[in-house]
């Protein structure tokens, strides 16, 4: 069992950054791919970025590649999304997830509870 809880959230100006945070329970947090998803208003959610419980390996949506950066701390047991150049339509409750499968078409077993990130044009 993990448990998931995203902070980091806000709302800023079109081309500002944020960075999400999701920290995680337990001992076995090296052993997990984690995950970013987000949803917005009207609209199915999406998978975001996923790295991989080593680090070594990350992926990305198309939508995002060059602007955020998933990476992890497996002292800290906790996931990072830095999201640089915020666009309107990245508007959206972001979700951490976590899996012990790592891939970008995974549903993920494990979710935190999401964090609003308000991008104004």
């Known amino acids: 069992q993990v448990q998931l809880v995203e902070s980091g959230g806000g709302l800023v100006q079109a081309g500002d950054s944020l960075r999400l945070s999701c920290a995680a329970s337990?001992?076995?947090?090296?052993?997990?791919?984690m995950y970013w998803f987000r949803q917005a208003p009207g609209k199915e959610r999406e998978f975001v970025a996923a790295?991989?419980?080593?680090?070594?390996?990350?992926t990305y949506a198309d939508s995002v590649k060059g602007r955020f950066r998933i990476s992890r701390d497996n002292v800290k047991n906790t996931v990072y999304l830095q999201m640089n150049n915020l666009k309107p339509e990245d508007t959206a409750v972001y979700y951490c997830?976590?899996?012990?499968?790592?891939?970008?078409?995974?549903?993920?077993?494990?979710w935190g509870q999401g964090t609003q990130v308000t991008a104004s044009s």
């Open positions: 997830a976590a899996d012990s499968h790592f891939g970008s078409v995974i549903t993920p077993a494990y």
């Open positions: 337990g001992r076995t947090f090296s052993s997990y791919a």
């Open positions: 790295i991989s419980g080593s680090a070594l390996s990350t």
